[in-house]
């Protein structure tokens, strides 16, 4: 069994070239980078501390970098985000170093990176939370659709699912089965008579991502959010970037931006939990009443069974696996 990836270039050192007779298209060929750099500050949602992040071009073979400017020693600042940097998982995504430095609610952005197939990047950021904004990952998706993306000089590779993985938490539950395409499919279930049962999929590209999904906010009911407050909990949310439920009625004067923006969020959030994966996973998502906590136990099955992935570059159609680290 191979240890968990620690680095993006651990993903690319450690395989070994097999064949492989059909290989689903990329959207691109080359892994890509921003173009430029871009910045934005805004409140995170839990701390309720302001905060600011810039995002900037990084090279190929990176993934996607966090690196705190507020600590001090630079050789402590950086958290990559792989799942194996995971530290916490309640209310939102945590990934943390081993200096005890963390980054939280990162779920938002890496949605919005993984949506749009951002390879690298390096995301500075000035505190422990990644601004929450609207609640939503439509502004990180201007952002970067402002600057704009540059492909560099490597072939992309993604994590193509050979077998299935399952994890359950009760009546809850997530996998990943093999398919020809990045696609999420989840249901939720709530005793609500606003939310109630809904149930969506959609197959993960910049246009699908941008137009029904990057959109959907966060949501909770009135009494939860009160009692988080109480409790020093969620203390930068409201109604600018959530949506707040009490009772039969939606307490945002605009109301939902789609009828169906529940199960459009938790789909957001399963993208960006699963680009923790290190890249984009070609594969079919399914789950029922996941969440953050399912995501992480979800990748740590996968990355426990070397059978039950491979990683794949489109050049000539060959595949390439994943061996374990001698």
Same mark, same amino acid.
């Given at each position: 069994?191979?240890?968990?990836? %620690?680095?993006v270039a651990q993903i690319h050192e450690q395989f070994d070239a097999v064949p492989f007779a059909r290989l689903a298209a990329a959207e691109g060929r080359y892994q890509t980078t921003l173009l430029t750099s871009v910045s934005c500050e805004g409140t995170g949602l839990h701390s309720g501390a302001d905060v600011k992040i810039n995002m900037r071009p990084a090279p190929a073979n990176t993934g996607i970098i966090f690196v705190r400017t507020d600590v001090e020693n630079p050789e402590e600042a950086v958290i990559p985000a792989l799942f194996g940097q995971v530290c916490q998982v309640?209310?939102?995504?945590?990934?943390?170093?081993?200096?005890?430095?963390?980054?939280?609610?990162? #779920?938002?952005?890496?949605?919005?990176?993984?949506?749009?197939?951002?390879?690298? /990047?390096?995301?500075?950021?000035?505190? /422990?939370?990644?601004?929450?904004?609207?609640?939503?990952?439509?502004?990180?998706?201007?952002?970067?659709?402002?600057?704009?993306?540059?492909?560099?000089?490597?072939?992309?590779?993604? $994590?193509?699912?050979?077998?299935?993985?399952?994890?359950?938490?009760?009546? @809850?539950?997530?996998? +990943?089965?093999? *398919?020809?395409?990045?696609?999420?499919?989840?249901?939720?279930?709530?005793?609500?008579?606003?939310?109630?049962?809904?149930?969506?999929?959609?197959?993960?590209?910049?246009?699908?991502?941008?137009?029904?999904?990057?959109?959907?906010?966060?949501?909770?009911?009135?009494?939860?959010?009160?009692?988080?407050?109480?409790?020093? +909990?969620?203390?930068?949310?409201? +109604?600018?970037?959530?949506? %707040?439920?009490?009772?039969?009625? %939606?307490?945002?004067?605009?109301? $939902?931006?789609?009828?169906? #923006?529940?199960?459009?969020? @938790?789909?957001?959030?399963?993208?960006?939990?699963?680009? +923790?994966?290190? %890249?984009?996973? $070609?594969?079919?998502?399914?789950?029922?009443?996941?969440?953050?906590?399912?995501?992480?136990? $979800?990748?740590?099955?996968?990355?426990?069974? *070397?059978? /039950?992935?491979?990683?794949?570059?489109?050049?000539?159609?060959?595949?390439?696996?994943?061996?374990?680290?001698?």
């Amino acid at each position: 069994m191979a240890p968990p990836p %620690v680095s993006v270039a651990q993903i690319h050192e450690q395989f070994d070239a097999v064949p492989f007779a059909r290989l689903a298209a990329a959207e691109g060929r080359y892994q890509t980078t921003l173009l430029t750099s871009v910045s934005c500050e805004g409140t995170g949602l839990h701390s309720g501390a302001d905060v600011k992040i810039n995002m900037r071009p990084a090279p190929a073979n990176t993934g996607i970098i966090f690196v705190r400017t507020d600590v001090e020693n630079p050789e402590e600042a950086v958290i990559p985000a792989l799942f194996g940097q995971v530290c916490q998982v309640t209310f939102c995504t945590t990934i943390g170093n081993q200096f005890g430095h963390s980054v939280g609610t990162i #779920e938002h952005l890496m949605a919005a990176l993984a949506g749009l197939g951002v390879d690298n /990047a390096i995301i500075e950021i000035d505190g /422990a939370e990644v601004p929450v904004l609207d609640g939503s990952s439509c502004e990180f998706v201007r952002l970067i659709e402002s600057v704009g993306l540059q492909d560099l000089p490597e072939l992309r590779r993604m $994590l193509r699912i050979t077998k299935p993985v399952r994890v359950e938490d009760g009546d @809850k539950f997530c996998e +990943l089965m093999p *398919d020809d395409e990045s696609v999420y499919e989840a249901q939720i279930d709530f005793d609500n008579p606003v939310i109630g049962t809904q149930r969506g999929e959609f197959v993960l590209s910049g246009d699908n991502f941008r137009d029904q999904i990057c959109n959907a906010r966060t949501f909770g009911m009135l009494q939860d959010v009160q009692a988080m407050h109480a409790a020093g +909990l969620a203390l930068g949310g409201s +109604l600018d970037n959530a949506v %707040v439920i009490d009772g039969d009625r %939606v307490l945002n004067d605009e109301g $939902l931006r789609f009828s169906d #923006e529940f199960i459009r969020h @938790k789909i957001l959030d399963a993208v960006g939990d699963l680009y +923790l994966a290190g %890249v984009r996973i $070609l594969g079919r998502y399914n789950a029922h009443k996941s969440g953050h906590a399912l995501h992480y136990k $979800l990748l740590s099955a996968l990355f426990s069974n *070397d059978d /039950a992935f491979e990683i794949i570059t489109p050049e000539d159609c060959d595949a390439v696996k994943v061996v374990a680290a001698e």
